[in-house]
């Protein structure tokens, strides 16, 4: 017994020495991009240049001891450099006009109006993940563990997800990788936003004329919706077949962060009533990559069963149902999910896959995408099964008693915060 007690200690011991020495290998808790081949970043002149060399970040870069507690991850995709073009905003075609300064938790971004109205977003790829580190984990030295977790995301998920994503058939945003010096343009943001990676990409509110749909001329916030439908002053009706398949794809591409600040709304115009068809965005949490002894402890079914790998297969389909999911599809017909994932099954074919890598420099293909590509077949072969196991939860699941995120402030009838249909216009 002493000795099985002894060798328990060694290993507890062991176990503490490791994860010391992992969490202190990264000294900050934010960093921007690294320009290479650029020392003198300060007095470049990027109007000489119409692309640079940029690595996302250094920050996450492990030694042997980090990659064993804190996973592999994507480090090297966001230390890798990549040949990014350079956009100065008075380049863009017509007027822009900085509208705000916004983002989550993590993302900081600024929102731009062009000249024809239209609303577009710079949202950083590097991320901020000091606002989500509690006191205690400052206190007892593991906030690393929060900034470090940033390295599971990959840097450039959103380029190949839109891709995907106009294959399918599902609105997105548009993405497209730049890199914004600082400049005359940005005034009093050059600090915080200048000489920056970014996606630029188009807002889920406001002018819809970059969609180029027959009537639709308009998008709105999932809270915009919710306060149109309880208006009841137009009949509005969810496109349940697009949302349904935007969902299916959801599970495909492993993003489980889908909470309802992340949608917009397509509205179109049916005369006496409008449709809304889903725009989903936010694409940070594609191909979601956790590993690492640390991150495996703290992630799982019990504490957070949303948090999931990308895998071959769905860990916890359980665990992906959101209230969103809850509010917005429940009551659907199982056959919408079924007809839903034969339909992504037909438009993503192993070659639409594959080539909807091409976006990536050739440096970031040769480290992740053969795999994503394998995963995401796998996936997309079990989607049907996925599907029903999809609506059997939403089946059995109570109707909401609180509002959705983003929609707090909103006054609603207990009747209106259960679903959106239950709303009678």
């Known amino acids: 017994m002493k000795k099985l007690l002894l060798g328990l200690g060694v290993l507890v011991l062991v176990f503490l020495v490791m994860t010391y020495f992992s969490l202190s290998s990264t ?3 934010f960093k921007t991009c690294e320009i290479l081949e650029l020392p003198d970043v300060d007095h470049i002149n990027f109007r000489d240049y119409d692309s640079v060399l940029v690595a996302a970040s250094t920050l996450y870069e492990g030694n042997g001891v980090k990659t064993i507690m804190q996973g592999e991850q994507y480090r090297k995709a966001w230390s890798t450099p990549v040949k990014v073009p350079i956009l100065f905003l008075n380049k863009m075609e017509g007027k822009v006009t900085i509208m705000e300064e916004g983002g989550g938790k993590q993302t900081h971004s600024l929102k731009l109006r062009l000249e024809n109205g239209v609303l577009m977003t710079l949202r950083s790829v590097t991320k901020d993940p000091s ?10 030295g593991i906030e690393n563990i929060i900034v470090d977790g940033i390295s599971a995301q990959h840097p450039y998920a959103a380029l190949v997800v839109a891709k ?8 997105n945003t548009r993405p497209k990788l730049v890199f914004v010096p600082k400049q005359e343009q940005l005034a009093k943001y050059n600090d915080k936003f200048g000489n920056r990676l970014f996606l630029l990409e188009y807002e889920t509110e406001g002018n819809a004329q970059w969609l180029k749909l027959k009537n639709v001329d308009s998008l709105i916030d999932t809270d915009n919706l919710q306060k149109l ?12 077949e697009a949302l349904v398949k935007a969902r299916l794809f959801d599970l495909l591409i492993g993003d489980w962060d889908r909470h309802a600040k992340q949608w917009g709304w397509a509205l179109e115009n049916k005369g006496d009533s409008f449709l809304a068809t889903p725009l989903p965005c936010d694409r940070d949490n594609a191909f979601f990559n956790l590993e690492g002894i640390l991150p495996t402890l703290m992630s799982n079914n019990v504490f957070l069963p949303e948090v999931q790998s990308f895998e071959n297969e769905i860990d916890f389909l359980p665990g992906l149902i959101s209230s969103f999911d809850i509010y917005f599809m429940r009551g659907i017909p199982r056959t919408t999910f079924k007809n839903e994932a034969e339909k992504l099954q037909l438009l993503l074919t192993d070659e639409v896959i594959e080539e909807s890598f091409s976006v990536w420099p ?5 480290l992740d995408g053969k795999e994503l590509i394998s995963k995401i077949k796998h996936r997309r072969n079990q989607l049907v099964e996925y599907a029903g196991q999809f609506y059997d939860q939403l089946d059995k699941s109570e109707k909401l008693t609180t509002a959705l995120k983003g929609s707090e402030d909103i006054e609603m009838t207990n009747e209106e915060m259960e679903c959106f249909d239950c709303v009678d216009n």
């Open 27 to 29: 000294s900050k808790s």
């Open 131 to 140: 606002p989500l580190v509690p006191k205690v984990a400052e206190t007892l």
């Open 164 to 171: 995907l994503s106009d294959t399918a058939g599902i609105l």
């Open 229 to 240: 439908k309880i208006k009841g002053s137009n009949k509005v009706v969810l496109n349940s």
């Open 362 to 366: 050739e440096s970031i293909f040769e």
